[in-house]
């Protein structure tokens, strides 16, 4: 498993500032924000990534087939096969998509519209050889990006693809409180494209807990890690922390803090700059 950081976790550096800090600091793969790229433009993006030897472990994203980004279904469907394109053209390791809010939609329409998306994306992803990956996101604090509401629904959705172009994303963020669901993850474990790494507290309340940097809350990154590289899991592990709790915290101590955590497990590739 080889450790990557989102750009999301760097909200403010533009593209160029986060491959050129990232590769500073030995960080050789990047979650690529479609946002960043759009600044810089497609061509430039791919040029500087080849120049500084950059690999990607992912492109996020495109997606919101139900509409509740306020856009058609046909505009979404060509958004993300332009998005495939890119990821092509840059090798991503997969492509995150979301299937939007239900939207006032029934769940099965919602669910419907998802699926149709798919039976056209997924021989375009196969032309372009790039995994589309969705996440599993349950709960109110993400209905707005998923209508898939539980995980049942969720893998049973991945049941009725191929698994070569249809994967899924686990975010410890989402799922590390829950250990339980760790022998279900390892059942799909040819299915994970990427592991997003965020930290949690345990809340009592309904309070929405914040994204947080590892070893700040309560999830133990070290029973993932070793559960799914037993599995076995080989994709990315990627450090995805954003949100006004980590305002303070300086870019550049969220990328130590990341290889803090992560520098010296076995399991995980650090590989620092070499001259």
Request: with cysteine; proline share 4%.
């Amino acid at each position: 498993m080889q450790l990557a950081v989102s750009e999301f976790s760097t909200p403010r550096w533009s593209f160029h500032q986060d491959v050129i800090k990232y590769a500073s600091r030995g960080i050789n793969r990047i979650g690529i924000s479609r946002y960043k790229v759009s600044d810089i433009g497609e061509a430039a993006a791919a040029d500087l990534l080849f120049e500084m030897k950059m690999e990607v472990s992912s492109v996020n994203w495109a997606g919101g087939f139900t509409g509740s980004d306020g856009v058609s279904f046909v505009d979404a469907i060509d958004d993300a096969i332009e998005a495939i394109v890119f990821a092509s053209q840059v090798n991503a390791d997969c492509l995150l998509i979301y299937p939007g809010g239900r939207n006032g939609h029934t769940n099965r329409h919602a669910s419907r519209l998802f699926e149709n998306a798919l039976d056209t994306l997924i021989p375009i992803a196969a032309d372009y050889n790039i995994p589309l990956a969705i996440e599993p996101m349950i709960g109110m604090p993400s209905a707005q990006w998923s209508s898939l509401g539980s995980y049942r629904s969720f893998f049973g959705l991945l049941d009725n693809f191929p698994s070569e172009y249809l994967g899924c994303v686990l975010d410890l963020f989402h799922c590390g409180l829950n250990k339980k669901l760790l022998p279900l993850f390892q059942s799909y474990a040819d299915r994970i494209r990427l592991v997003q790494i965020a930290d949690r507290q345990r809340l009592s309340s309904e309070k929405v807990a914040p994204r947080l940097l590892p070893g700040h809350g309560d999830v133990d990154f070290d029973f993932w890690i070793d559960g799914l590289a037993a599995a076995p899991v080989d994709c990315s592990v990627e450090l995805e922390v954003y949100g006004y709790e980590n305002q303070a915290i300086e870019y550049e101590q969220r990328l130590a803090a990341m290889e803090g955590c992560f520098a010296n497990h076995p399991l995980v590739d650090f590989r620092k700059a070499t001259a």
